[in-house]
């Protein structure tokens, strides 16, 4: 019981710091927008894909640093191509909800735009966890399993050496 509860532990932590950190990228991703919507004449999903991008660069400094600092650092190009890559695929979401609102259903006021911007952000959000989680920011073997393993390998090193014979 207590090693399905650790790992539910484990899972809570986790979400509270994809969580902490998603929720800062949410204020510096509306935050940007809003700051280029009043600044520039852009189009209101320039402008979004604009602040999507500031954001994602933030989150990826936030995940790999804090959230997922104690999972497997091999690889880095790997991570960084495969966490582009989803977060692209986020930013579409994010986006595409942006996009059908504004001109599928002329909702372009402010108020309008930071809403379905902070819906798109939502429903990529979930997206986000499940493939960061699982192909980007991949866990490590736990540490039972490394032991189990590495008694195994002893045991077989162990068994290669000659026994000696007993004398008659």
């Known amino acids: 019981m207590e090693r399905g509860s650790s790992g539910l532990q484990r899972l809570v932590r986790e979400v509270a710091k994809f969580g902490a950190v998603g929720g800062a990228g949410i204020l510096v991703n509306l935050g940007v927008f ?3 919507r009043h600044v520039t004449d ?3 999903v320039r402008a979004s894909v604009i602040a999507t991008v500031v954001a994602i660069v933030f989150n990826y400094i936030g995940f790999r640093y804090w959230t997922y600092r104690d999972r497997d650092k091999g690889g880095r190009t790997r991570e960084l191509t495969l966490f582009l890559l ?3 695929v986020g930013l579409v979401i ?5 996009y059908l609102a504004t001109y599928g259903f002329g909702w372009d006021s402010p108020l309008q735009s930071n ?3 902070f819906v798109g952000i939502g429903v990529a959000t979930l997206f986000r966890f499940w493939s960061y989680r ?3 920011f991949k866990a490590l073997p736990a540490r ?3 032991a189990k393993a590495e008694s195994i390998l002893e045991e077989a090193a162990d068994s290669d050496k000659p026994q000696p014979q007993p004398q008659q």
């Open 144 to 146: 039972e399993t490394v």
């Open 134 to 136: 699982s192909w980007v």
């Open 115 to 117: 809403v379905f911007k």
């Open 34 to 36: 809003n700051l280029v």
């Open 94 to 98: 994010e986006n595409g909800v942006l």
């Open 42 to 44: 852009l189009p209101v």
């Open 86 to 88: 989803f977060s692209a």
